[in-house]
C-alpha cells in the first residue's frame, strides 16, 4: 500500500467552477500535511499546509483535513485556466525523517 | 532571497561519466533531500539528510551518492551514470515541520 495515494487524473472543470483534490494516507501518525503546485517541467511549490482537523483557507483555496478517515483534500473556488497543473499532496509522519509525496493530480481549467 | 540553488538547470552527457549536481540553500535548513521525477511516477526520493554528515537512502538510491559536509550544500553525485538516470532532478530543504523549499530542478540527459 502506498503512503499517499491520489486520483491521477486527469480532472477538467470549466473556469469558474470549484475544483475538488483529494489524497488519502496510510499512516495514523501523520502529523503535517502539504499541497502543491507544479506547473510542467517546473519545480513544486507550496499552496497550503495544515497541520489539525478541519477546514484552512487561504484566498481561493481551502484545505481540508480529516485524520479520522485519514484524507486530506484541497478546494480551488473560481478555478483559472492558469490553475491548470499538476497538484501534489505530501504527508509527514510524527518523528519522521521524510515527506511522502502523492503522485499528483492533474488538473485542467476549460476557459 | 530565501532560495535553493541547484546547477546545472540542464545536463546532457554520455554513460559512464562520472557527474555532479550541485545544491545550495541559504536558509540555513537541516534538512535536504534530492528526489527525481518521471513521468507517471511522481517525485521519488532518492538520498537525504538531517544534518551536517548525516545522509541517509531514500527510496531509489541505487547509482547515486552524496555527501553533506556543510550545511548548505548537499551535492548528488552520479560516479557511472547510465540512460535509466535520465530525470529531472529536484533538491529541496527544509527546518523541522516547515514546507521543504524546493530547487528550479536539473534535467539530466544520458545517452
Known amino acids: 500500500q502506498k503512503e499517499v495515494e491520489q486520483n491521477s487524473g486527469p480532472l477538467s472543470v470549466p473556469e469558474g467552477a470549484i475544483a475538488s483534490l483529494n489524497c488519502t494516507y496510510s499512516?495514523?501518525?501523520?502529523?503535517?500535511f502539504f499541497w502543491y503546485r507544479q506547473y510542467s517541467g517546473k519545480s513544486p511549490e507550496l499552496i497550503m499546509s495544515?497541520?489539525?482537523?478541519g477546514d484552512k483557507e487561504d484566498g481561493r483555496f481551502t484545505a481540508q483535513l480529516n485524520k479520522a478517515s485519514q484524507y486530506v483534500s484541497l478546494l480551488i473556488r473560481d478555478s483559472q485556466p492558469s490553475d491548470s497543473a499538476t497538484y501534489l499532496c505530501?504527508?509527514?509522519?510524527?518523528?519522521?525523517?521524510?515527506?511522502?509525496f502523492g503522485t499528483g493530480t492533474r488538473l485542467t481549467v476549460i476557459p | 532571497e530565501a532560495q535553493v540553488t541547484q546547477n546545472p538547470r540542464y545536463l546532457i552527457t554520455v554513460t559512464g561519466k562520472k557527474l555532479t549536481v550541485t545544491c545550495s540553500q541559504n536558509?540555513?535548513?537541516?534538512?535536504m533531500s534530492w528526489y527525481r521525477q518521471d513521468p507517471g511516477l511522481g517525485l521519488r526520493q532518492i538520498y537525504y539528510?538531517?544534518?551536517?554528515?548525516?545522509?541517509d537512502k531514500g527510496d531509489v538510491p541505487e547509482g547515486y551518492k552524496v555527501s553533506r559536509k556543510e550545511k548548505r550544500n548537499f551535492p548528488l553525485i552520479l560516479e557511472s551514470p547510465s540512460p535509466n538516470q535520465t530525470s529531472l532532478y529536484f533538491c529541496?530543504?527544509?527546518?523541522?515541520?516547515?514546507?521543504?523549499?524546493f530547487g528550479n530542478g536539473t534535467r539530466l540527459t544520458v545517452t
Open positions: 536558509m540555513n535548513h537541516e534538512y
Open positions: 495544515i497541520y489539525s482537523n
Open positions: 539528510s538531517m544534518n551536517v554528515e548525516v545522509t
Open positions: 499512516d495514523r501518525g501523520s502529523q503535517s
Open positions: 529541496a530543504s527544509s527546518r523541522g515541520d516547515s514546507p521543504l523549499h
Open positions: 505530501a504527508v509527514k509522519s510524527s518523528g519522521a525523517n521524510n515527506l511522502f
